[in-house]
């Protein structure tokens, strides 16, 4: 028993002292800045930088490679705090969210049967997606899935971005077939949630809340050039970005025009005429 | 399409109803329950036999496992909020495996212990039906033999005859000295065991019944059985006073009831027909090792196991080559 | 080369269904007041546009040219005006381009090409501009242009030319009937085809379930030196790759085409059309479809302008008998479900097929259940049910190891699985991903 210690107690030893050795003698430098960025950056191993995580992301930090407004999950205040520990300079970046540019739900446009992958990039392979509209939100959650923040919800068929959730990632952009989500500055409420380049009375038939074009909005911006209209189609001048009160103002016929917030809450749903 | 006017008796589909998926459009009609439930249908001679050996006592233990594994399966559905799978035919299947695993006088309690081990542990902790790597119902009696060595190797001994009382223990024909049990017992079922092991015959027959519906590769039987009959048939000749004759070997114990219904269970197998058959030998050549020189009588279970845990290598080194395939070492990319 | 087929591995036998239409002869449909000509209708790049709104033009006149070389011109299905150029319900459940067409009645033939009756002693290459200059692509479903096919690059010999006339898909029977109410041009043109491609024969495949196209063939394939060769039932018979190993043994390596392996495979109804452009001097702008399936009232075949909508194909059919479930265009295997009747007839449309709701397959997402059934009946080689899991938790890369480019996409698989599992279109989707993911690499 006593030999069974004194053996196993030596033995242990004797490797903690060669760890302890090795350790020492095979040390690799590390600048210890990285470690200091890393714990100053978020965690959330996104990938919206660019880099794999947050850790490699801090390394380019330190090494002068990347900046830290790079990164996309951190407020302005994270980046003049990493800044300021680094002792550089930290530019001023405008916080972005992302945008689903639909708001053709499973209630206001014309679906066909689908039988199949219920995933968006599956089901874009049959009959496009078998939404009326070609444009249109498919509604199966690809985006959904590819957000780490939870910050997209799948509401009646249609994905709805919560724009307080939202750190700007982009991590959903690449992912959607019909490439409906696009980043915009978080300061910016309005929105046209319609992407369809179709005439109007074609929109119309098979999606109640499309844009149709009819400029209501362009003319209650009056002489500001809030809204762009492109086609058959009307767009938020993210340049000259519209007041909030503007949605109210131009009463859209059909509701594409929205407030992203009063959107994510399900402001909108019913309200279709 | 204003078309209807000329032709208003002529109805045509309304593409509302029309459902769009991708292609094929049919299907060969087979599907999960229909494969299922002619698992049961092949396992109902045995069952049958079981029930003529061991009296009610058997009728009683089968449908304690199964009902326990339906019970507990669908119990386990709600509580992760999964819908019900009893339908698929699957839990009942594991019930009366894990039924003709054990024997005629195993009490309740165990047999309920068992259905748990083999769907909780087996199966649903995996993710349930398909994901499961180890066959549950080896899982459960394997647990049961580690846990419960006693009850689980207390055999019954057979009486023709359904209104059996007193029960009788008796020694699986292994675990007798050669020459002790007679063949023609063998066959019919008239030997000590749980209940699956009793009756060759109709182990036979489901087996054959399995094979005409193809719902197990033949390449497993028949390399299981195969191997154990020439490793078993070798130990023989070499030493006929310990060994049983490899035919005894073959027809008593677990053997058929593995080969024929364990070791095919497709999720735990491999899916390529020369995967089956290296899965089937390695089964057969685990056994033969086991029952000549381990410790335990039989060694079934433990073989198949062991080949569960093989199954994802014995599939990747199976892969086929692919449709006009040319080896890189001529300059292609494969 | 021996005379016995060999046969491929794997393969489906669904119940082929082709008695509802295999005695039908061919039927000319009526002209319609209006056609949609879809502007895309090869693989490639689409034609360019050589009319405009209100133009008017005569049968078989230019609407669109080649764009490129893989690309082939469009011409028009009857003479009247220029109706729109607008958007119409596409095969693939988007709008694509279309022309519409309001015809005059007239049907009147523009300036045709000129007949080349003499075309044993006319230059490859004159036949070759002919084939394209007509439009032709293979008109069994893919839609590749046919003249690329007859163009093999520099260093590439082609020594077998061979005819599919296979038909390996259930329920289609278009090319049955065109085998053999028009085994002279179908022979004709395989003896064109091999004339561009400077070979002396022709082998026509087909499925030993059609044996009085075989024999019909037969009767006339020793005029031209052309030979025609039954095969075993099994589908996918009629898929190239399957197809040139029936008849030579060659296995087409995964990534390569019959080009690497010296055969071209040309489609029977593409042959009796490359025999009209020659001989007659007709451009691409009708073709022969089978409308069938159970609830069909009256299946038949159909000589249809390219451009014929199938709503009006299912009138001249007599509708239908119940709600089908599945409206495609192609046979059940491979064909394209619809979901609008505004669809028009193309260049590959071999068939208007209607599938009941008691045969209609319903995929769930059901585990797999490792049965292995998938991997036996690939004629492919590959491993569907791995691969399928792969898709599913998105590592395409691991798709790819597992050569899921190989798929052909002939759906035995999914035929096969117990566990209904939408196999095909994960590889589609798997097939997507890793062409885009090569795409970034360049």
Redesign the interface.
């Known amino acids: 028993m006593i030999a069974a210690i004194v053996s196993v107690g030596v033995l242990g030893a004797l490797l903690g002292v060669i760890i302890g050795v090795v350790a020492k003698a095979f040390a690799v430098e590390v600048d210890e800045r990285i470690e200091g960025v890393g714990d100053l950056l978020p965690g959330a191993n996104c990938g919206g930088c660019g880099y794999a995580g947050c850790a490699d992301f801090a390394k380019a930090v330190v090494g002068e490679t990347a900046t830290p407004d790079q990164c996309p999950v951190c407020s302005a205040e994270d980046i003049s705090n990493i800044a300021g520990y680094l002792g550089i300079v930290a530019e001023e970046k405008e916080k972005m969210v992302a945008v689903v540019r639909c708001s053709g739900n499973a209630s206001n446009t014309v679906r066909s049967l689908y039988n199949g992958v219920r995933d968006c990039r599956s089901a874009v392979l049959v009959a496009g997606g078998a939404k009326g509209c070609d444009y249109g939100c498919l509604g199966f959650g690809s985006c959904a899935d590819a957000c780490p923040f939870g910050a997209i919800e799948i509401r009646d068929a249609l994905a709805i971005v919560h724009p307080e959730l939202c750190v700007g990632c982009e991590n959903c952009v690449a992912v959607c077939p019909k490439n409906l989500i696009v980043m915009v500055p978080a300061s910016v409420d309005v929105h046209v949630y319609c992407n369809s380049p179709e005439k109007g009375a074609a929109k119309r038939k098979v999606c109640k809340t499309a844009c149709i074009a009819c400029r209501k909005c362009v003319k209650a911006s009056g002489e500001e050039d809030h809204m762009l209209v492109d086609g058959f189609l009307v767009k938020t001048n993210y340049d000259n970005p519209p007041p909030t009160d503007l949605v109210e103002a131009s009463a859209c016929p059909t509701t594409a025009l929205r407030l992203a917030s009063k959107h994510a809450a399900g402001g909108y749903e019913g309200v279709s005429k | 399409?204003s078309?209807t006017e000329n032709?208003p008796t002529?109805?045509?589909?309304?593409?509302?109803?029309?459902?769009?998926?991708?292609?094929?459009?049919?299907?060969?009609g087979?599907?999960?329950p229909?494969?299922m439930f002619t698992v049961v249908a092949a396992l109902m001679p045995a069952c049958i036999a079981a029930v003529l050996f061991f009296g009610l006592a058997a009728i009683e233990v089968l449908l304690l496992c199964t009902v326990s594994c339906v019970v507990i399966e669908e119990g386990w559905n709600k509580l992760v909020k999964r819908h019900p799978t009893w339908k698929d035919g699957s839990a009942i299947i594991t019930g009366i495996l894990l039924g003709m695993n054990l024997n005629a006088g195993t009490p309740w309690w165990v047999c309920i212990l068992g259905g748990f081990l083999a769907i909780i542990l087996g199966k649903q902790l995996y993710?349930?039906?398909?994901?499961n790597p180890f066959n549950p119902v080896l899982v459960a009696r394997v647990g049961l033999l580690i846990g419960f060595p006693e009850i689980m190797t207390t055999w019954d001994k057979p009486e023709l005859g359904l209104m059996k009382i007193d029960a009788m223990t008796a020694a699986t024909p292994l675990g007798l000295a050669p020459g002790e049990t007679f063949f023609s017992d063998v066959l019919l079922g008239n030997i000590g065991g749980c209940l699956g092991e009793t009756s060759a015959i109709a182990l036979l027959i489901g087996g054959v019944i399995l094979l005409a519906f193809k719902l197990i590769?033949w390449e497993v039987p028949l390399a299981f059985l195969g191997s154990v009959f020439v490793i078993t048939g070798i130990a023989h000749v070499v030493s006929p006073e310990t060994v049983h004759s490899p035919f005894i070997h073959i027809f008593t114990g677990g053997l058929l009831l593995g080969a024929f219904f364990m070791a095919t269970d497709?999720?735990?197998?491999?899916?390529?027909?020369k995967g089956a058959l290296i899965f089937g030998l390695g089964c057969g050549v685990i056994t033969s090792v086991i029952r000549l020189w381990g410790s335990y009588p039989e060694g079934v279970s433990f073989a198949i196991l062991f080949m569960n845990a093989l199954t994802p290598l014995i599939?990747r080194a199976t892969?086929?080559?692919?449709?006009?395939?040319?080896a890189p070492a001529k300059g292609?990319a494969? | 080369m021996s005379d016995k087929p060999r046969k491929f591995k794997g393969g489906v036998h669904p119940n082929d269904s082709k008695a509802l239409s295999a005695t039908k002869p061919i039927q000319e449909a009526p002209l319609l007041e209006s056609y949609k000509v879809i502007m895309h209708q090869n693989i490639g790049g689409p034609p360019e546009l050589v009319v405009k709104k209100g133009d008017t033009v005569k049968k078989g006149d230019l609407l669109a040219k080649a764009s490129g070389f893989v690309s082939v011109p469009l011409h028009a299905p009857t003479s009247g005006t220029i109706k729109a150029i607008d958007k119409c319900a596409g095969p693939t459940g988007i709008h694509v381009p279309a022309i519409e067409i309001t015809a005059d009645g007239e049907d009147e033939w523009g300036e045709a090409f000129a007949p080349i009756a003499d075309w044993k002693n006319t230059d490859p290459a004159t036949l070759k501009q002919r084939v394209w200059d007509a439009g032709i692509v293979g008109m069994g479903g893919a839609g590749f242009p046919c003249h690329v096919k007859l163009s093999p690059p520099e260093g590439k010999t082609i020594d077998t030319l061979i005819l599919n006339g296979a038909e390996c898909e259930p329920y289609l029977t278009a090319d049955h009937r065109i085998m053999l109410e028009q085994a002279e041009e179908v022979v004709l043109g395989a003896a064109i085809l091999a004339r561009i491609l400077g070979l002396k024969t022709a082998i026509i495949g087909i499925e030993n379930n059609k044996p009085d196209a075989i024999a019909k063939l037969n009767e006339v394939a020793g005029k031209y030196n052309v030979r025609v060769q039954g095969l075993p039932v099994n589908y996918p018979q009629g898929a190239e790759k399957q197809l040139i190993y029936a008849i030579t043994g060659r296995e087409v390596s995964p990534g390569k085409l019959p080009m690497d392996v010296h055969c071209v495979v040309q489609n029977v109804a593409s042959a009796a059309a490359v025999a009209g452009a020659v001989i007659k001097g007709r451009p691409s702008i009708e073709r022969i479809t089978t409308v069938t399936g159970k609830p069909v009232v009256q299946p038949g075949n159909w000589k249809f302008r390219i451009g014929t909508p199938i709503s009006k194909a299912l009138e001249l059919v007599g509708g239908v008998s119940e709600q089908p479930a599945k409206l495609l265009l192609g046979g059940p295997m491979m064909g394209i479900a619809q979901n609008s009747l505004d669809v028009t007839v193309m260049k590959n449309t071999s068939g208007i097929l209607l599938i009941s709701a008691d045969e209609v397959s319903f995929y769930t997402s059901e585990p797999c259940i490792r049965c292995g059934r998938c991997v036996e009946c690939c004629p492919m080689s590959i491993l569907p049910a791995t691969i399928s899991q792969a898709v599913e938790n998105k590592r395409f890369d691991w798709a790819e190891e597992l050569n899921v480019m190989n798929c052909i996409e002939c759906g035995s698989c999914s035929y096969v699985c117990p566990s209904h599992r939408p196999l095909n279109q994960h590889f589609k989707r798997a097939k997507i991903e890793i062409q885009a993911q090569l795409r970034k690499k360049k």
């Open positions: 399409m078309d032709t002529i109805q045509m589909p309304d593409p509302a109803k029309l459902i769009v998926s991708n292609s094929p459009h049919i299907h060969s087979q599907n999960i229909k494969i993710g349930g039906l398909g994901y590769k497709m999720v735990t197998s491999p899916m390529t027909r599939d892969i086929k080559k692919p449709f006009g395939y040319i292609e494969a």
